[in-house]
T-cell receptor
Framework: GNSVTQMEGPVTLSEEAFLTINCTYT??????LFWYVQYPGEGLQLLLK?????DKGSNKGFEATYRKETTSFHLEKGSVQVSDSAVYFC???????????FGKGNQVVVIP | DTEVTQTPKHLVMGMTNKKSLKCEQH?????MYWYKQKAKKPPELMFV???????INESVPSRFSPECPNSSLLNLHLHALQPEDSALYLC??????????????FGPGTRLTVL
């Protein structure tokens, strides 16, 4: 079946550090890929997406590139802020399929 | 505008109560979703409405009853809930058009506590 794997455990880093959150997927075919962010006490917000191989999604300084050869969609940001503290979910879906497959999520804590 | 609104923001109910959660979108989306999210977990799909018809029910207990009165509104009726049903309930919508990547947009959620 289709699934998304995110690295285990929370991520704690200092302000202005470089952030990487790994996301790999297993799917038959070519899914669309998403990163959602959930701030404390809130719903999910779409952060960025990519719909085909080599597409790069970007928003608010975050980037992720759809890598078909490694089935990955890693999230990166060059200089994080305290306000980036949140839970980040990687997800995939297919054309014509209303189901989103989520990864387990990563808690990111940015320390001043 | 990619806004999905949900009311109420918080709800506390007893196991014998009947209550409803409401969701609204004005983006012209034709698919609407209910998810349940427990703490520190990803959302779990409960129901999907496509063009105002129930298209997916993920074996949700009958104490949860969805309703889609029109293409902009989605309700979730709650009756005889259990304490383990306490969670964040998220609504989402998407265009559900055949030629587009179907991006789901989420509302802020209703935090439900069942006593």
């Amino acid at each position: 079946g289709n699934s998304v794997t995110q690295m285990e455990g929370p991520v704690t880093l200092s302000e202005e550090a470089f952030l990487t959150i790994n996301c790999t997927y297993t799917a038959t075919g070519y899914p669309s890929l998403f990163w959602y962010v959930q701030y404390p006490g809130e719903g999910l917000q779409l952060l960025l997406k990519a719909t085909k191989a080599d597409d790069k999604g970007s928003n608010k300084g975050f980037e992720a590139t759809y890598r078909k050869e490694t089935t990955s969609f890693h999230l990166e940001k060059g200089s994080v802020q305290v306000s980036d503290s949140a839970v980040y979910f990687c997800a995939l879906t297919f054309y014509g399929n209303n189901r989103l497959a989520f990864g387990k999520g990563n808690q990111v804590v940015v320390i001043p | 505008d990619t806004e999905v609104t949900q009311t109420p923001k918080h709800l506390v109910m007893g196991m014998t109560n009947k209550k409803s959660l409401k969701c609204e979108q004005h983006m012209g989306h034709r698919a609407m979703y209910w998810y349940k999210q427990k703490a520190k977990k990803p959302p779990e799909l409960m129901f999907v409405y496509s063009y105002e018809k129930l298209s997916i029910n993920e074996s949700v207990p009958s104490r949860f009853s969805p309703e889609c009165p029109n293409s902009s509104l989605l309700n979730l009726h709650l009756h005889a809930l259990q304490p383990e049903d306490s969670a964040l309930y998220l609504c989402a919508s998407s265009q559900d058009e055949a030629d587009l990547t179907d991006t789901q947009y989420f509302g802020p959620g209703t935090r439900l506590t069942v006593l």
